[in-house]
């Protein structure tokens, strides 16, 4: 007697790149995606400043998603053509791309965007987002209409990414689009970006969310110690800044805004890592790091992050 043939079923993966200007809800929707905060979050320009990897296994399918910073036009400064770079990048890898724009709006910087699509063969899905926030509704449907004519997408998604409201119509999209292939991550795994690199972004979204609007451009976070003990993890982070103002600012008045930040920061630390934080930072000046492209290089912004 035969033994019943096996039936294989083929797996689907690849990378799908989330592009658009700052601020359209990139971080957000890869968030909800992959079920866990793995992207920082702020309503302020250049809060996403790598590109980062958010891995979603299913049953069959392994999208492998990817975080880019916001595309601008200005390139004046090494941090805002570090950034252009990066987010330019992922075109050469990625399998798909998901455009974000904002609904009922179509701003100089989403046709730069899409003038940097022309350089992709591949399929791309225009994702319309916040569409929640439209109180009334008859307007959307000519806006879609509107934008799905500038190229030829595979499809026009609404969604409402900070709700979740038809992210699961965008997967079902992307997943149809995967090409056929071995699973390139093990399950469980989520991204490839360190501990390390996580904790700092959780102090730098603290600083962005509590700071007046200029000076979160002007900082960035080193992590200069991080030991894991059984019950504890201790972490010492140094906070840099360009200017001796923007020190003062940083720590605040009797050192409030720094113990606010440090307590934000510790709080969601020990939901990520499962453990007591002991959290120590220091604020110290770097004159002009975000235009000397070796500084950017010696604080990990040209870090590849388990990138292909």
């Known amino acids: 007697m035969t033994e019943p043939e096996t039936e294989i079923v083929a797996t689907h993966t690849g990378y799908v790149a989330l592009l658009g200007r700052s601020n359209v809800g990139k971080s957000t929707l890869i968030n909800r995606l992959i079920g866990q905060k793995i992207s920082i979050t702020a309503p302020k320009l250049q809060t996403t400043r790598h590109v980062i ?12 998603y990817v975080d880019t910073p916001g595309l601008h036009r200005q390139t004046r400064r090494a941090m805002n053509r570090y950034l252009n770079r990066a987010a330019a990048s992922v075109l050469g890898y990625a399998d798909v791309v998901v455009f974000l724009i904002e609904a009922l709006r179509w701003a100089e910087e989403d046709e730069d965007v899409l003038q940097r699509l022309t350089e992709f063969a591949g399929p791309v899905v225009l994702a319309v987002n916040k ?30 990414a900070i709700k979740g409201g038809n992210v699961a119509a965008l997967e079902q999209v992307i997943s149809r689009l995967l090409p056929v292939g071995p699973f390139l991550f093990p399950e469980g ?18 600083l962005t969310r509590l700071l007046r609007e200029e000076l979160p451009y002007a900082l960035a976070v080193e992590i200069e110690q991080f030991a894991e003990e059984e019950r504890l993890v201790r972490i010492g982070a140094v906070i840099w800044v360009e200017r001796q103002t923007q ?32 959290l120590e930072t220091w604020v110290k000046v770097r004159e002009g790091w ?19």
Do not use: C, W
């Not at 975000?290 to 292909?308: F, I, K, M, V, W």
């Open 53 to 64: 990897l958010g891995i979603q296994t299913l049953p069959e399918v392994q999208p492998i």
């Open 131 to 160: 569409v929640d926030r439209i109180a009334n509704k008859t307007r959307l449907l000519p806006f879609l209409h509107e934008v799905a004519n500038k190229r030829n997408f595979i499809e026009v998604v609404p969604i409402a």
């Open 189 to 206: 795994q989520i991204t490839t970006v360190s501990k390390r690199f996580l904790v700092a972004e959780l102090i730098r979204e603290k």
């Open 247 to 278: 020190k003062g600012i940083v720590i605040g008045e009797s050192g409030a805004t720094l113990h606010e930040v440090g307590r934000q920061a510790r709080e969601d630390m020990e939901r990520l890592l499962g453990r007591k934080v002991f």
């Open 290 to 308: 975000s235009d000397d492209e070796r500084a950017l290089r010696s604080l990990g912004y040209y870090a590849d992050h388990g990138l292909p």
